[in-house]
C-alpha cells in the first residue's frame, strides 16, 4: 500500500489539493480556544472511512485502495438551526433521525463507489438505473426492519396479550423480543470481516469524537488516548429508542383500544403506530442528548451503561492508519476556512 495522502481531485467532489494539504498540517491544530465552547460533532463510519458533521459541514473521508485519503466535503445546516419551531425539543429529535438517514446514505454511498476504485480512476457517477436499484434496495431493507423487529414481536406478543389483556405487558414482552433479535442481528453482521472494518472505523470516529470534546484538538495520538465507547453513540439511540417504544406504545394502546376497539391483526396494530415512530425518535433524542451532557453524573451513569455495553459488539479497536481518516474528516468539517455558501442540499 502506498504511503498515505490526500489526494485533490474536481472541487465539485472532493476538496481540492491546496485545501487537503492544509488539512495534513494542521493534525495537532486546536480550533477551540479554551474560554470558547467547542462546536457540537458527530459522525458515522462509512465504507473504508468515516463522516464527520459539524455545525455548518459534513465531511466524509475514505482511505482509497491505493492508500490516499480522499475527502469529499459539503455544506449542511440542520433544519432545526435554521427554524425556532424544527428546533423545539422533541420535534428536533424527529429532524436529526431523517437527517441522519439522508446523510448516512448520502455517505455510505459516495464511500462504496472510492472504496472501489481501481488503478487510481475516479469513480463514475451512478447511473439512473443504478440509483433507482438504490433505492429499491432502501425501501426492501426498511420494510425488513419493520418485519423483522416490529410484526415479528408483535405477532409473537399477540398470544401474552390474549392471555392477559394488559397492553403494559403486551409492549414489556415484544420488546423484549425486539431486543433479544437485535442483538442476535448484531451478532450475526459482527460475524463478518468486512463489516468488522465497519465497525473499526465506527471506533476510530468515537475515540476522535471523544478527543476533540475533551482537548479541542483533532489530533491521531490525542484520539488515540481515548476510549472507543461514547455515550451519544447512535447505537444508544437504538438501544434507548427500543426501551421508550415500551412504554409511550403501552400508554398510546391503553387510550386507542377503548377507542377505536381492539387491533385486528399485529399488522393493524403496526400501521397504527408508524405515525408515531417520529415522536418516538423525538423522546429518544431528547434521552440521548441529556445522557451526553450528564455522563459525569453517577446515576446516570449507570443507567446509559447498557447503551455503552451494546458499543463492544458494534465497535472495534481501530489501527492508526483508521485513526488518521476519522481525524481528516473530524478535521476537514471543522476548517474554519470552509464556510458554507447554501443551505441544506
Known amino acids: 500500500m502506498n504511503k498515505p495522502s490526500f489526494d485533490g481531485l474536481d472541487r465539485d467532489h472532493r476538496t481540492t489539493k491546496n485545501e487537503n494539504s492544509q488539512l495534513a498540517e494542521s493534525h495537532s491544530r486546536n480550533f477551540q480556544s479554551k474560554d470558547k465552547k467547542k462546536p457540537a460533532v458527530g459522525g458515522q463510519a462509512v465504507i473504508e472511512g468515516v463522516m464527520m458533521r459539524s455545525p455548518f459541514a459534513v465531511a466524509t473521508a475514505v482511505r482509497n485502495p491505493a492508500g490516499d485519503i480522499v475527502i469529499d466535503k459539503f455544506p449542511f445546516v440542520s433544519l432545526s438551526k435554521k427554524s425556532k419551531f424544527w428546533g423545539l425539543p422533541i420535534l428536533r429529535g424527529a429532524v436529526a433521525l431523517g437527517e441522519a438517514m ?50 415479528i414481536p408483535y405477532l409473537t406478543a399477540g398470544f401474552i396479550r390474549d392471555a392477559s389483556g394488559s397492553q403494559f405487558l403486551f409492549h414489556a414482552v415484544a420488546g423484549a423480543i425486539r431486543i433479544g433479535l437485535f442483538l442476535l442481528y448484531l ?41 472507543r465507547l461514547h455515550p451519544r453513540c447512535g447505537t444508544s439511540f437504538l438501544l434507548i429508542t427500543a426501551v421508550i417504544v415500551i412504554f409511550l406504545f403501552a400508554i398510546l394502546d391503553s387510550i386507542l383500544v377503548p377507542l377505536i376497539g381492539e ?53 472495534r479497536e481501530p489501527d492508526a492508519s483508521q485513526l488518521e481518516v ?12 470552509f464556510q458554507p455558501k447554501a443551505d441544506v442540499e
Open 102 to 151: 439522508y446523510l448516512g446514505v448520502k455517505t455510505l454511498n459516495w464511500s462504496a463507489s472510492i472504496a472501489a476504485e481501481e488503478d487510481g480512476q475516479a469513480a463514475k457517477p451512478l447511473s439512473f438505473k443504478e440509483k433507482l436499484i438504490s433505492v429499491l434496495t432502501m425501501i426492501f431493507a426498511f420494510g425488513a426492519g419493520m418485519g423483522i423487529f416490529m410484526y
Open 187 to 227: 451478532y450475526l453482521i459482527s460475524l463478518w470481516s468486512e463489516i468488522r472494518r465497519v465497525f473499526e472505523y465506527h471506533g476510530a470516529e468515537h475515540k476522535s469524537i471523544f478527543a476533540f470534546e475533551i482537548t479541542g484538538e483533532a489530533d491521531v495520538n490525542k484520539a488515540a488516548e481515548y476510549p
Open 263 to 315: 387491533f385486528s391483526s399485529p399488522l393493524h396494530r403496526l400501521a397504527i403506530h408508524l405515525p408515531f415512530i417520529p415522536l418516538v425518535a423525538g423522546v429518544s433524542y431528547e434521552v440521548l442528548r441529556f445522557s451526553g451532557e450528564k455522563r459525569e453524573n453517577r446515576l446516570w451513569k449507570q443507567l446509559i451503561k447498557p447503551g455503552l455495553w451494546l458499543q463492544h459488539i458494534m465497535t
Open 326 to 337: 476519522a481525524v481528516a474528516a473530524l478535521e476537514s468539517s471543522l476548517n474554519p476556512d
